[in-house]
Nanobody, 123 residues
Framework: QVQLVESGGGLVQAGGSLRLSCSAS????????MGWFRQAPGKQRELVAA???????NYADSVKGRFTISRDNAKNTVYLQMNSLKPEDTAVYYC?????????????????WGQGTQVTVSS
C-alpha cells in the first residue's frame, strides 16, 4: 500500500514562494513519471507539473516560468518550487505517479490520492 504525503503548503502573499515536497512510502519513484496536481474549490483537479524519470518535463501554461518540478529518486521525494505566486494558484496540491505524462494529464495515476497540502496566496 503506497502512501503519499504532501507537505510545504501555507499562506503566502502574492509574489512569494513556496516549496512543496511529496514522499511515498512503500514504493520507489524510479521509472515513473511524477506529477503535481492541484484542485481549487469548485474546479476540477488539474496537472500543473510533471517530470519523467528521464528528465522530460511538462508544465501547465498558467505556471510556466514560475514553477519547477524536481525529484530525488534516492529519497523517494518529488518537489515543486513555486515562485511569483498569484492568488489564482490557491488550491490543494497533490502528487502522484503515472506511466507517462500523457496519462498524468488525464489524471490516470497509479496510487490513491494523499491528503494534499493547502496553498493559499493572498493578494
Amino acid at each position: 500500500q503506497v502512501q503519499l504525503v504532501e507537505s510545504g503548503g501555507g499562506l503566502v502573499q502574492a509574489g512569494g514562494s513556496l516549496r512543496l515536497s511529496c514522499s511515498a512510502s512503500g514504493r520507489i519513484f524510479g521509472g515513473y513519471a511524477m506529477g503535481w496536481f492541484r484542485q481549487a474549490p469548485g474546479k476540477q483537479r488539474e496537472l500543473v507539473a510533471a517530470r519523467t524519470s528521464g528528465g522530460d518535463t511538462n508544465y501547465a501554461d498558467s505556471v510556466k516560468g514560475r514553477f519547477t518540478i524536481s525529484r530525488d529518486n534516492a529519497k523517494n521525494t518529488v518537489y515543486l518550487q513555486m515562485n511569483s505566486l498569484k492568488p489564482e494558484d490557491t488550491a490543494v496540491y497533490y502528487c502522484n505517479a503515472g506511466s507517462n505524462i500523457d496519462l498524468l494529464l488525464n489524471l490516470r495515476v497509479f496510487w490513491s490520492w494523499g491528503q494534499g497540502t493547502q496553498v493559499t496566496v493572498s493578494s
